[in-house]
T-cell receptor
């Protein structure tokens, strides 16, 4: 069965650079969630989208932005990268109001040097 | 606000021992979902179980079992006859009506041969 696809799997950037992470949800899933997991930390909710509209927002820095496209894939754009942005970024997808359909991708490991 | 507490930071056992991971949650919502995820060293989040607030039945799946008690707001997880492959970080998580997950801090389980 198709799963949530995240790309790239690993990303290395320098301070002050920009990064774009991509998430391809499971087919027919209309909701996407982004989570950030710092080293030794638990995943923290960043932002979510339903039907291409932002549905909820967590502790996402102003330097980050995200969107969901017409094909339901989502991109997380991160600018002016800081060392503290180094983390594992997870995307999850679901069918709205169906939490039993929530699935996580394998994550993108971002390292900022 | 939702909160998940995993009081045990690290647990170390010898192979074949049983290990129980504690999870205590807080929410004012009457409808909610509880999850357990396993995060092996490779980093992905592996879904283990989901329980809704109306289903207090305990569950057993192979060597894994879960004890959900609303009276004490706990959702504990037991690994019976642990194996080296069980070594991972285990997260308990809570979701309410907005469907985003609030994770506990995680418990690192180390199973020694």
């Amino acid at each position: 069965a198709a799963g949530v696809i995240q790309s790239p799997r690993h990303l290395i950037k320098e301070k002050r650079e920009t990064a774009t992470l991509k998430c391809y949800p499971i087919p027919r899933h209309d909701t996407v969630y982004w989570y950030q997991q710092g080293p030794g930390q638990d995943p923290q909710f960043l932002i979510s989208f339903y039907e291409k509209m932002q549905s909820d927002k967590g502790s996402i820095p102003d330097r980050f932005s995200a969107q969901q496209f017409s094909d339901y894939h989502s991109e997380l754009n991160m600018s002016s990268l800081e060392l503290g942005d180094s983390a594992l970024y997870f995307c999850a997808s679901s069918i709205r109001d169906r939490v039993e359909k929530l699935f996580f991708g394998s994550g993108t490991q971002l390292s900022v040097l | 606000a939702q909160k998940v507490t995993q009081a045990q930071t690290e647990i170390s056992v010898v192979e074949k021992e049983d290990v129980t991971l504690d999870c205590v949650y807080e929410t004012r919502d009457t409808t909610y979902y509880l999850f357990w995820y396993k995060q092996p060293p490779s980093g992905e989040l592996v879904f283990l179980i989901r329980r809704n607030s109306f289903d207090e039945q305990n569950e057993i799946s192979g060597r894994y079992s879960w004890n959900f008690q609303k009276s004490t707001s706990s959702f504990n997880f037991t690994i019976t006859a642990s194996q080296v492959v069980d070594s991972a970080v285990y997260f308990c998580a809570l979701s309410v009506s907005d469907y985003k997950l609030s994770f506990g801090a995680g418990t690192t389980v180390t199973v020694r041969a």
